[in-house]
């Protein structure tokens, strides 16, 4: 499975399009040899053969649901943690702002800075990832830093636990957005999909006779494949092309942005006139 898995969208539904066409071939092959074979010639059972056919197609039909709920579910998990991280974010933010100078300051810019980190980070080449995850690490170690320097600043405003807690929240958030982009579907939950489609797909090869029928086999191919294509999509996280919307994040951005440490002086210069 591992040249599937390599292919781009395209090409996956492509190449699982012709696998399930060379097995329907092979399965009509099948089936003109052994009438070539018999001695005598029967009638087929088509009863019996449309019922094997139902309880495939039914059961690939099961299977393809349950591939398609465990990516849908974990992209839908890797989505709901990027609006996890903002708020986390965003209150650090927030809280940062009622440390005394030098504090103040240096955690905002180290947020923004993060925030900006991370942004790239849900958009960047697979290839460069590696070099960008440093620069993550990096500011974590910065914002902790600084964190432990403004304890005290943090003791005299009475915000220590607040403090404390929501940047260990942001801290923690990292490691689960990094753990959600390397979970992926179990490698023999596919292999037994992709085995499957291959097996009906020859059995509808060796009952299908009619042209008619042939044709709507090859429409089922096609329709599986683009299936299959968009499972294995949402199961690509760093690389694929559906992948968890970054809007959550972009929003933060701008509001920090847009509101720095400055513009929450306001009251508090209008207090000490």
């Not at 066409?21 to 010639?41: H, I, N, P, T, W």
């Not at 009638?43 to 849908?72: C, K, N």
């Not at 620069?135 to 005299?156: F, G, H, M, Q, Y």
């Not at 509808?204 to 499972?231: H, M, P, Q, T």
Request: proline share 3%; no cysteine; hydrophobic share 50%.
């Amino acid at each position: 499975m591992q040249w599937l898995a390599g292919l781009s969208l395209v090409g996956l539904a492509v190449a699982i399009f012709l696998s399930m066409l060379v097995a329907s071939l092979l399965g009509y092959g099948a089936r003109r040899l052994e009438r070539r074979l018999a001695v005598r010639q029967e009638e087929p059972e088509h009863s019996q053969e449309s019922y094997l056919v139902g309880g495939m197609i039914g059961l690939m039909a099961l299977l393809l649901a349950f591939s398609f709920s465990i990516a849908l579910s974990r992209f839908d998990e890797r989505r709901h943690l990027v609006v996890q991280e903002a708020n986390a974010i965003g209150t650090s933010y927030l809280r940062a702002q009622l440390l005394d100078e030098p504090h103040r300051a240096r955690l905002s810019a180290l947020l923004v800075a993060y925030t900006d980190n991370r942004i790239r980070l849900a958009n960047i080449p697979p290839d460069q990832l590696g070099a960008q995850l440093a620069v993550n690490d990096k500011l974590l170690t910065d914002i902790w830093s600084a964190v432990t320097a403004a304890r005290e600043s943090a003791l005299a405003n009475g915000i220590s636990v607040p403090l404390l807690n929501t940047f260990n929240e942001v801290i923690d958030l990292d490691t689960e957005r990094k753990i959600s982009r390397t979970v992926r579907m179990p490698s023999e939950v596919l292999e037994l999909l992709f085995g499957f489609l291959l097996l009906t797909a020859a059995v509808l090869g060796y009952v299908l006779e009619e042209r008619r029928g042939r044709i709507g086999a090859g429409v089922l191919f096609v329709l599986l494949s683009l299936y299959v294509g968009v499972i294995a999509d949402l199961n690509r996280p760093t690389s694929g092309n559906i992948r968890e919307a970054q809007d959550a994040m972009l929003m933060l951005q701008a509001s920090l942005k847009a509101q720095p440490p400055e513009a929450f002086d306001r009251f508090r210069t209008e207090a000490a006139r």
